[in-house]
């Protein structure tokens, strides 16, 4: 279900989507809009969900997050807080920075240009970064702890292999026959997604 708060659509439903609550953050109207110090015309605090949410292996890691936001004002300055992750002091202070792509526009994900900060108040790990509106409000921008690699790409790349080696028989294929590959499928997870096991290896033959 998207979420709307001043003026922004947020979006997550979609496969490794991760977004649970917005809250937009108050900003004295002064001290916005055109300040060359870098403060925010819209600021938001976001929440995830945790890790097995809504099914009786919930608990309590909050790592991922994954969503798009488009709509505001054009090239308005936002802040985003993710709030209440797990504490990753360590890893945001050795140069760890969330991913962000356009669609439409750049399908390449890149790591967000400014440096993100980061505090732990009162036991609450919030970790922020900023970016700037599109001039194309319908644009969506996408935002993700790290590049996402979802179940249907997986699935896509899986089956693309298997094509590749279905039609080798047919249309021998330069290295292919010398290369065992078998897909098969253990289990169904509990929302009925295939657990596949690949079994493959270089198949070497000697001359005598």
Not at 105 to 115: A, F, L, P, T, V
Not at 139 to 144: L, N, P, Q, R, S
Not at 166 to 177: A, F, G
Request: one cysteine or more; proline letters at 5%.
């Amino acid at each position: 279900m998207d979420i709307h708060c001043a003026g922004f659509t947020f979006i997550s439903n979609f496969d490794s989507g991760n977004l649970a609550r917005v809250e937009e953050v108050p900003i004295n109207s002064s001290e916005s809009s055109g300040n060359d110090a870098g403060t925010p015309d819209y600021e938001f605090n976001i929440w995830t969900l945790p890790d097995c949410a809504g099914t009786e292996f919930e608990n309590g890691n909050r790592t991922w997050f994954y969503f798009g936001m488009k709509g505001g004002a054009p090239f308005a300055l936002v802040k985003l807080n993710m709030v209440n992750l797990n504490r990753q002091t360590k890893m945001y202070s050795q140069g760890m920075a969330p991913v962000f792509r356009i669609s439409p526009g750049r399908n390449n994900w890149e790591r967000i240009r400014d440096k993100p900060t980061f505090n732990n108040e009162d036991n609450v790990f919030t970790m922020s970064f900023k970016y700037r509106t599109l001039e194309n409000l319908r644009a969506v921008t996408y935002f993700a702890f790290t590049f996402p690699y979802s179940y249907s790409e997986l699935q896509a790349n899986l089956n693309l292999i298997d094509s590749k080696f279905l039609t080798s028989n047919i249309k021998p294929q330069p290295k292919l026959d010398d290369i065992y590959y078998h897909r098969e499928t253990v289990c169904y997870s509990l929302e009925g997604r295939r657990v596949d096991l690949l079994t493959s290896h270089l198949q070497c033959f000697c001359e005598t």
